[in-house]
């Protein structure tokens, strides 16, 4: 359930509906029902993750509009979104993301610091940090987090096989 310019916007087992003034309005995509998994907003926008729409922008004028295009992402099974007015966090099974909303940069924070989207069951974010809530834990590290990871992670051989001989 999501508060959002005077109606609460709710997913249900049916699919997502409007309630305000009263009155309850199945919310459509291309004349199918949405199946949220995730909302998130702030004062102006609201982003609806979905099972297999992807992610969709409930506009002003209540229309939807189908964000993945926007962002290059080629995903559709949106797990958890945080948006914060600067960054649309994205995250599904396999992977988490970060959207920049001013400059429209998709970064796969995943791939560099080896974070998987199927072990995230939360994100929330303050000014400074995302916090990532896992199975194994608590994680937090920079909104601004870059995309390569600085530190190189140590290799090791623990021994070479060849031709079945250790």
């Given at each position: 359930m999501q508060w959002h310019k005077g109606e609460v916007i709710l997913s249900l087992n049916g699919g997502t509906f409007s309630y305000s003034n009263g009155q309850v309005k199945e919310i459509l995509y291309n004349g199918e029902s949405i199946f949220a998994t995730t909302m998130s907003s702030d004062s102006n926008r609201l982003f609806i993750g979905t099972l297999s729409h992807g992610i969709l922008e409930y506009t002003a004028n209540k229309k939807l509009v189908k964000f993945n295009h926007f962002l290059g992402l080629k995903e559709n099974d949106i797990k958890l979104l945080n948006y914060d007015g600067e960054y649309l966090w994205i995250c599904t099974n396999l992977s988490l993301y970060?959207?920049?909303?001013?400059?429209?940069?998709?970064?796969?924070?995943?791939?560099?610091?080896?974070?998987?989207?199927?072990?995230?069951?939360?994100?929330q974010c303050d000014e400074n940090k995302i916090y990532l809530a896992t199975y194994k834990g608590l994680v937090e590290f920079p909104r601004n987090i870059s995309r390569d990871n600085p530190v190189s992670p140590n290799t090791f051989i623990d021994y070479i096989h060849y031709q079945n001989k250790k």
């Open positions: 970060r959207f920049n909303m001013l400059s429209n940069t998709l970064v796969n924070i995943s791939k560099s610091y080896g974070i998987s989207g199927k072990n995230i069951s939360s994100i």
